[in-house]
């Protein structure tokens, strides 16, 4: 089936630094890309929609300076935290969205594990 | 707004034994509702879906009937084995197309079965 590869897995970064998360659809094309959150013991959130060529639509709440979204392909999507701070640590995943001929499917990456110290 | 209740994990069973995860849900309208799984390491696969009341979604196993007058979708197995251990969510997505793949999560249930 189709895949979504998410890298890294995991990463430790200190506070300040900027961290980039990778989304690759690997045998489709992505005509949209979702990227959530989840802290511990919470559910996952929707942080941001994303379509090939055209600026992010960003969820209530979510900073679009501090969380960048680029979307440069249909097989490619990215999210920078900028100047990640300890609150910042949670649990990333993305989603990508493929229209076919009769639906529309849903393939999600493994996630990321981002600790900010 | 959009809302979805999970039943809380993590919960422990014997191989064989009977799964109930308990999901329900507060939205406007006919939303559609999924169940999402997660084993380790891996992305969220879906596992079934229902778009209107009453339908029932399966897969390996594992069913779930759209219940609108109760506001659930609760996801059932008879005989639970080791390889069902992975964390599973409990989602809908708005009414309207243009919605699709918006997803509203439950905080997720984290099933471990031991041999």
């Known amino acids: 089936g189709a895949v979504v590869s998410q890298h890294p897995s995991r990463v430790i970064c200190k506070s300040g630094t900027s961290v980039k998360i990778e989304c690759r659809s690997l045998?489709?094309?992505?005509?949209?890309m979702f990227w959530y959150r989840q802290f511990p013991k919470q559910s996952l959130m929707l942080m941001a929609t994303?379509?090939?060529?055209?600026?992010?639509?960003?969820e209530q709440g979510v900073e679009k300076d501090k969380f960048l979204i680029n979307h440069a392909s249909l097989t490619l999507s990215t999210l920078t935290v900028t100047s990640a701070h300890p609150e910042d640590s949670s649990f990333y995943i993305c989603?990508?969205?493929?229209?076919?001929?009769?639906?529309?499917?849903?393939?999600f990456g493994s996630g990321t594990q981002l600790s900010v110290l | 707004g959009d809302s979805v209740t999970q039943m809380e994990g993590p919960v422990t069973l014997s191989e064989e034994a009977f799964l109930t995860i308990n999901c329900t849900y507060t939205?406007?309208?006919?939303?559609?509702l999924f169940w999402y799984v997660q084993y380790p390491g891996e992305g969220l696969q879906l596992l079934l879906k229902?778009?209107?009341?009453?339908d029932k979604g399966s897969n390996k196993g594992f069913e779930a009937t759209y219940r609108k007058e109760t506001t659930s979708f609760h996801l059932e197995k008879g005989s639970v084995q080791v390889s069902d251990s992975a964390v599973y969510f409990c989602?809908?997505?708005?009414?309207?197309?243009?919605?699709?793949?918006?997803?509203?999560f439950g905080q997720g249930t984290i099933l471990t079965v031991h041999p």
């Open positions: 045998d489709f094309q992505a005509t949209t």
């Open positions: 989602a809908l997505s708005g009414a309207g197309g243009t919605s699709y793949g918006k997803l509203t």
């Open positions: 939205a406007t309208g006919y939303p559609s």
């Open positions: 989603s990508a969205r493929v229209v076919g001929q009769s639906n529309e499917k849903l393939f």
């Open positions: 994303s379509n090939e060529g055209s600026k992010a639509t960003y």
């Open positions: 229902a778009t209107k009341a009453d």
